[in-house]
């Protein structure tokens, strides 16, 4: 469902990526785990349309992301790939509710439909009770949770994750892990999630290692 070919990074003399070939199916849990250094957050970028490769293609679905531009680059993404990031990124001006209902919002789906649908996933989440609180007034493992539902929204094909759990407590990674493992059995959907843990990524379906900007297995 997600395939990466002979996918090459380089910036100026640095070569981060050195022809990277991976798969990855629907509904599995991947981890990508490596050193800092190594080129996992390059390569999760690449996958997750954020940077392109320079040399190399990727596929999410059969549709090559690699050559989609402008606008139509950005539906793609909007529409079908859902990110997790280790500080949050939530906006401070909005409530747990607004935040998770932005991507609905921007990819043109009516305010009912999305509240309906962040409020579904916040509920799930067992966010009932933060729905209208501001980031400041929540704790890091509900910000993450946020940050999950808003992933979410629009049922994207795959949810990419750099470093979600970087920024939390042993607890909350814990948690944050198995909560990934629950929304791939209730929704059947796909993670793939930079880390350099190797305790979380032992809870993954499948870990695949990166050296030097190289898969190792």
């Known amino acids: 469902m997600v395939e990466g070919k002979n996918i090459h990074k380089q910036y100026d003399d640095l070569e981060v990526l050195k022809g990277v070939d991976l798969k990855i199916e629907k ?116 910000k993450q949770r946020v940050a999950v539902a808003r992933a979410l929204v629009n049922d994207p094909l795959v949810v990419f994750a750099d470093e979600p759990s970087g920024n939390l407590d042993s607890k909350n990674q814990d948690e944050l892990m198995d909560l990934f493992v629950d929304l791939r059995k209730q929704f059947d959907q796909t993670f793939v999630i930079v880390t350099h843990d190797q305790h979380l990524a032992n809870k993954a379906d499948r870990t695949i290692h990166i050296v030097d900007g190289r898969i190792v297995d």
Not at 54 to 59: E, I, L, M, R, Y
Not at 65 to 78: E, T, V
Not at 90 to 97: G, I, M
Not at 101 to 126: D, F, T, V
């Open 27 to 142: 509904g599995e849990i991947v981890t990508i785990l490596g050193a800092s250094g190594a080129g996992k957050t390059t390569l999760l970028q690449i996958l997750g349309s954020l940077d392109k490769p320079t040399v190399g293609d990727v596929f999410i679905n059969e549709t090559n992301i690699s050559s989609l531009r402008g606008n139509q680059l950005a539906r793609f993404r909007n529409e079908h790939i859902g990110f997790v990031f280790q500080f949050h990124q939530l906006l401070p001006e909005f409530t747990a509710l607004e935040n998770c209902m932005l991507p609905g919002l921007i990819a043109h789906r009516s305010e009912k439909e999305s509240k309906e649908r962040a409020l579904k996933l916040l509920n799930y989440l067992g966010l009932s009770d933060r729905l209208e609180h501001k980031p400041t007034h929540m704790s890091g493992g509900e």
